[in-house]
């Protein structure tokens, strides 16, 4: 089975930086992605990792090391907007390309 | 690209009847789709996988004859609700798989309620 944790609530001001972090433990694993999902609404997706190192995209940064079973998802620049639940997802080496979620990260944007 | 839409987005139905939801892919094909539920503060649940022009695999504690899944086409996979109760309540999203990296993207989710 896998095991995904990631802390429950983060909150921070606008125009701070905020690391959210996630650790699993899986039988298999064949890549990590980030999800943002805002109240009532479905989650979009943020990032990709498969190979350890950092993945840079405009404000949202994710990085991965595979050894330590470990993720981080960096928000630089926070705007109110970004007050959302965000979902770490693993996953494993099915042929379906299976995603087990974790629980998600409330953040909350301050002003 | 790689937009997914379902329907209906809201629906209300009194218990013992059934609901079907769509899930369409728009501008991709997929072979493979999956149905989450979600319950309030909760994370996604994976209830099955929906592959085309076979039989979904469901996952453990997932009734295949309440939650019946049928993928026709690379672009289209319903769920049915049979004999909904109260406790089937809750938020039910689709996603489809695609891209070099095999991405899931979601759709915007049916808010299911039973009275």
């Known amino acids: 089975g896998q095991n995904i944790d990631q802390p429950t609530e983060m909150t921070a001001t606008e125009g701070a930086i905020v690391q959210i972090n996630c650790t699993y433990q899986?039988?298999?694993?064949?890549?990590l992605f980030w999800y943002q999902q805002h109240a009532g609404e479905a989650p979009t997706f943020l990032s990709y990792?498969?190979?350890?190192g950092l993945e840079e995209k405009g404000r949202f940064s994710s990085f991965l090391s595979r050894s330590k079973g470990y993720s981080y998802l960096l928000l630089k620049e926070l705007q109110m907007k970004d007050s959302a639940s965000y979902l770490c997802a693993v996953r494993g080496t099915d042929s379906w390309g299976k995603l087990q979620f974790g629980a998600g990260t409330q953040v909350v944007v301050t002003p | 690209g790689a937009v997914v839409s379902q329907h209906p987005s809201r629906v209300i139905c009194k218990s013992g009847t059934s609901v079907k939801i769509e899930c369409r892919s728009l501008?991709?094909?997929?072979?493979?789709m999956f149905w989450y539920r979600q319950f309030p503060k909760q994370s996604l649940m994976l209830m099955a996988t929906?592959?085309?022009?076979?039989?979904?695999?469901?996952e453990q504690g997932v009734e295949k004859d309440k939650f019946l899944i049928n993928h026709a086409s690379l672009t289209l996979s319903t769920l049915t609700v049979t004999s909904a109760h109260p406790e089937d309540s809750s938020f039910y999203i689709c996603s489809a798989r695609t891209g070099s990296t095999d991405t899931q993207y979601f759709g915007p989710g049916t808010r299911l309620t039973v009275l």
């Open positions: 899986t039988s298999g694993f064949n890549g």
């Open positions: 990792n498969v190979l350890d």
């Open positions: 929906s592959n085309e022009g076979s039989k979904a695999t469901y």
């Open positions: 501008d991709f094909q997929a072979t493979t």
